[in-house]
């Protein structure tokens, strides 16, 4: 697929939730909007590759979420980091930017904060692509076992063994190129960048308060499934299918929902884009062109 050069993208912050909201846009807005939600180890950089084979088509803003990439959270702000504030963000996000429609692009953390968002403006969405964004526990893989210790006792050891385990150069790395067959295909900018998010001033707390929080989105599992039987929405769920934290269980389980759904897996790990950008773009294509 050629990359489409005649759609620049904007690189642009907005104020939301009290926050300054750092977004890229590209594209026309009299098309569709996609929301592009990233996850973990990454920001909104991770979308670079995917907006451009877009940009034809589609309307697309990816933000980042606070506690990454460069969106700004003001010190007197006082900002509680749970996946219910990372919701709560959203909303105000589209609200800022007047977004009446748009169909969600979900991955990892993008997928409990995304359907939190979708709960509260169901009628705005209108279609959904989870590449590696779990709703299902049979989803959950082994890599999470030292998170699930942490949530059964958030003791202070239990804390260090994820940050250690986790919050490091080695350890992002680790999670951007597990499972893939060809490591010279992920640029090692992606996790040298993640990493030095996560070492700025007291980001490395705040990453662990979401670890600790991702419990919670386990509760909130039955809503998202009920929202995708009710809406039943054009649904793609595209998986990198060596993804050591989200498994394929996962993905074959949206179908119980929506039988309606695409469910597609690659040969690659958790971070799908890095390897496999131009066939996700092909596929998010077919299966939202209405």
């Known amino acids: 697929m050629t990359i489409n050069t005649h759609y620049p ?13 750092f977004y890229r846009e ?22 670079r590759e995917l907006i451009p084979l877009l940009a034809d088509k589609f309307h697309l803003i990816a933000p980042d979420l606070p506690g990454f990439g460069f969106t700004d959270v003001p010190a007197e702000r006082d900002y509680h980091y749970s996946f219910d504030a990372l ?15 748009y169909a969600l692009y979900v991955f990892d953390y993008g997928a409990p904060a995304g359907l939190r968002l979708a709960l509260n403006y169901p009628d705005r969405v209108t279609g959904l692509i989870s590449q590696n964004g779990n709703a299902y526990l049979e989803g959950l893989g082994e890599a999470w076992e030292p998170v699930r210790a942490y949530w059964a006792d958030p003791s202070a050891e239990n804390r260090s063994v994820v940050n250690d385990a986790v919050l490091n150069l080695e350890g992002i790395r680790w999670q951007y190129l597990h499972g893939v067959k060809e490591a010279e295909r992920v640029a090692p900018e992606t996790w040298h960048l993640a990493t030095r998010f996560v070492e700025q001033a007291d ?17 909130r599992y039955p809503d998202f499934q009920a929202f995708f039987r009710e809406t039943q929405l054009p649904t793609l ?6 993804d050591p934290f989200f498994i394929p269980a996962g993905a074959e389980a949206y179908k ?8 597609e897996l690659l040969d690659t790990g958790h971070f799908a884009l890095e390897t496999h950008v131009a066939q996700i773009a092909t596929r998010i294509r077919e299966v939202l062109d209405n």
């Open 9 to 21: 993208v904007h690189y642009r912050a907005v104020e939301a939730d009290n926050l300054q909201v």
């Open 256 to 263: 119980r929902d929506n039988p309606n759904a695409v469910v």
């Open 87 to 101: 919701g709560q963000t959203l909303t105000h996000f589209v609200d800022a930017l007047a977004l009446k429609h």
């Open 237 to 242: 769920v595209i998986w990198g299918k060596h």
């Open 26 to 47: 590209a594209g026309e807005p009299t098309h569709p909007t996609l929301l592009l939600l990233h996850g973990f180890g990454a920001s909104s950089h991770q979308f």
């Open 203 to 219: 980001n490395r707390d705040i990453q662990l308060d979401l670890f600790l929080d991702y419990a919670n989105n386990l509760k």
